[in-house]
């Protein structure tokens, strides 16, 4: 039990303690962890116990911090809870704690390499069908490897900056030229995004078993896709401009540690059996080294939930996309970000995306204004919710992912 005073359902009690970067007025970004709506200064709590590595929470970004990988987020865990526990600590922390309305936040890592997966088995079977409606709606690969594509790190944006819409070259089906202009099917993803830290040796992969050991945390991740540039260009290399605009993460990093009551077995993966370097293996839990996450999504389009993805419909887990990402010697470094995916779970209203909601622009989604909406408007806002399980029934809350649609800024070629 925590010292301050929190509803014991509170999306942000002690068993979640997520990290995020904030400034108040005046001040510099730097490192924070949210405990119910208020922020806790780190670098300045730890400067005042005495701690010789507070220096990692006084600057702009988690990247320090992730460097120093899984012995050092585990004792900053440890030490955490017993200052907001430990009511002899409250006189000492208590003045480095901010309300939450007083601060903004920031991006909350210097996003290394990102990288976009493909790894629920609904979603991937839907934009086969809408996408390559000759063709079998899984690739032949699919089962066998989790697919993903490299994105553009310097586009990911935090929660609530503003999407500017894309403009591009796209040609339909129809048309026998391409043409220039604003996105006409401008769309979301709602995907879960993981946070990267420490760091391997070029050359050796980073194993299922070894994953928890740089697996630091979880944002909600909002993949911004421009259907009509990405049908047009991307084939044969994959996803490229369509994507790469922008990509937006919520601020507060949820740790792996905070997700551990939310580990779940993942659906039978038998026909076909993963190769052996993307096998787990069992744990008591049950859940396995490659464990799928029991974490519920809202999509909140205008302020009308128009759908609730469940990420624990997952085909991959995050170990095995790490597995994968690494098994050919690539490095990972400190402040990598990877994508799920967009979680679309096997009913109509678990579809995380508007291409599948709307079945390619063909079934328009009724908002509670009155209006119809078949792709993004200008204007439009979306907001991306999620929670999770926490230990002893607590929820551990994984926030807001937002952004809103501002006008093309090119028109012409
Ligand atoms: O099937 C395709 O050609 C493309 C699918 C996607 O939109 C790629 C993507 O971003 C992967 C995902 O979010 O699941
Ligand atoms: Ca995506
Ligand atoms: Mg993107």
Redesign the pocket.
Known sequence: MTWLDLPADHPFGITNLPYGVFSTAGSSPRVGVRIGDLVLDLAAAAEQAGMESYAVWAQGSLNPFLALGRPAWTSAREWLVEQLTNPAQRDAVEPHLVPLADVTMHLPVEVADYV?????EH??TN??RL??PDSEPLTPNWKHLPIG?HGRSGTVVVSGTDIVRPSGQRKAPTESEPSFGPSVRLDI?A?LGFVVGGSSELGSPVSVADSDEHLFGVVLLN?W?ARDL?AWE?VPLG?FLG?SFATSISPWVVTTDALRAARVPLPWQTDPAPLPYLAGEATDDGAGTAYGLDITYEVDWNGTVVSRPPYASMYWSPAQMLAHMTVNGATVRPGDLF?S??ISGPEKDQRGSFLELSWGGKEPVALDDGSERTFLEDGDTVVLRATAPGPDGTVIGLGECTGTIRPARTQTP
């Open positions: 976009d997966f493909y790894a629920s979603h991937a934009v086969g996408f390559r594509y993803e995907e993949d896709s990405q991307y996803p994507k994508g995916g967009t």
